[in-house]
């Protein structure tokens, strides 16, 4: 099951770049506010804004699309009480990236979230629950056609123990994208430099941070330089994480000129999360060239 060729992608020099956000961005253009839901409920009747919305993505340069899966898990839909089946949901959201897609060369990342809230410091599920959770939504992820699983905004080491033995044990490629709140552990406690050890061993395509402020993360990387293939895509919104609308407070120039100092670290996936949009995407294609060129011409 291994994509040999997403892995021998990555290993490219110039980093790929994700797409923005989709849940946010739907959520603000739609008027879609369900707190346990997120976005999905567009898959069933309105799943030709999603195709748009990837469309908008992929003609901004991105190399990699994200499914609109975050809230499309098992756990997901049993706590909204949606009479939908996940294998469903995610057979049509992976359907629309493709038909976005067409015949460019872009990846599908699978959005695999956590069971409950993101941002929620204390698990309630079982082990148990959890495991077959996620179970069960890596598996509608791949078997619907993703080139690789985006574990993303993993903050509980049980969960993301699970995930990775699960993908590894499998042959799954994937990628786990860490949250932390602060530069030194992740909610459920954790050191972050342990819990990267962790998920290094367990042969992921690379380690990811996202959903991070610009500010906790720059200082988290100025004390830890990977060693590790790594990737990042940081919060561009205004207020607060738990906020129910969420709104762009980084502009695309604001968070180029952030991040520069982090592509000289060699990073291999850049992106944007929570209140960016297809600017953000066009702008980074942009910065991304224009570096690459200077490199590869020796110019300053």
Sequence with gaps: MENKFVNSFFKTMAPLLLDGAMGS???????????????????????????????????????????????????????ANLDESSDKLVNIAVKSAKE??????????????????????????????????????????????CDFILNETQSHFD????????????????????????????????????????????????????????NIFSRFIAKHTPDYPWGFYLNCGSGNINDTEISCGISPEQYASTIKPLLNKKSRMIGTCCGSDFSHTQYLRRFIDEKDLHESTGKN
């Design 159 to 214: 969960e993301i123990e699970l995930i990775c033995d699960y993908c590894s044990s499998n042959s799954i490629p994937y990628v786990v994208s860490l949250y932390f709140d602060n530069p030194d552990t992740i909610l459920s406690g954790e050191l972050i430099t342990d819990v990267i050890q962790y998920i290094n061993g367990k042969s992921p395509i690379l380690i990811s941070f996202n959903c991070i402020s610009t």
């Design 25 to 79: 961005y739907l959520q603000s253009k739609y008027n879609v506010n369900d707190p346990d839901l997120w976005t999905t409920e567009l898959l069933l009747n309105s799943s030709d804004i999603v195709v748009e919305a990837h469309s908008q993505y992929i003609s901004s340069g991105a190399d990699i699309i994200t499914t609109n899966t975050f809230r499309t898990n098992p756990a997901a839909l049993k706590k």
């Design 100 to 145: 976005a897609i067409e015949y460019k060369k872009v990846f599908i990342a699978g959005s695999n979230a956590p069971a409950e809230d993101c941002y929620q410091s204390k698990r309630t599920l079982s082990l148990i629950e959890l495991k077959q959770n996620h179970i069960q939504h890596i598996d509608n992820l791949i078997t619907s056609g």
